[in-house]
């Protein structure tokens, strides 16, 4: 959805920052800063500009919620976890698939917790890999692929939350 995006490109560029803090200089690290000041305000001037969304539009779900789509989501959760109960070790199986707008309840549901372990594993090991040799890396062009690789990887974990179903991963 809209909101997932913009959530998973703060995420993203935060952990870039964070990451990459030592490695810049102090006016890089402004600079950033000031770039990141100007978006918001762009942001907020061109939502004044534009006057008020329309009710229902991309923009007006962003700034106010969807009360359709977020009680949806809520009740599509609740029963996954509800189910998860049902059958907590293997899960329901990928043909029972219940979409709750969150990939780790999804897997939760259908794999039971087998599943999700062997889901984090897969999503973590990369993670940890990257991580690890990243301490290792000596000239700036490998540490910023590191960096990269490591933001990238945070992106693909925090879009998981509110991802609609497992085919959009």
Known sequence: GSRTGIYTSLAIGL?????????????????????????????ALFMYASGPATPGSALWRLTNG???????????????????????????????????HNMYLQVLHSAGLVGLAGYLMALLFPLYMVWRTRALSQDYASRLVKNALLSAIFGVLVSGWAQPNINAM
Request: no cysteine; hydrophobic share 55%.
């Open 66 to 100: 969807s009360s359709g789509s977020d009680s949806i989501r809520a009740s599509d959760q609740e029963l996954a976890i509800t189910q998860f109960w049902e059958s907590p070790v293997f899960g329901h199986g990928y043909q029972w698939l219940r979409v709750a």
């Open 15 to 43: 952990a870039m920052f964070v990451l990459m803090f030592r490695d810049i200089t102090a006016r890089m690290r402004i600079r950033l800063v000031v770039l990141a000041a100007m978006v918001v305000a762009g942001f």
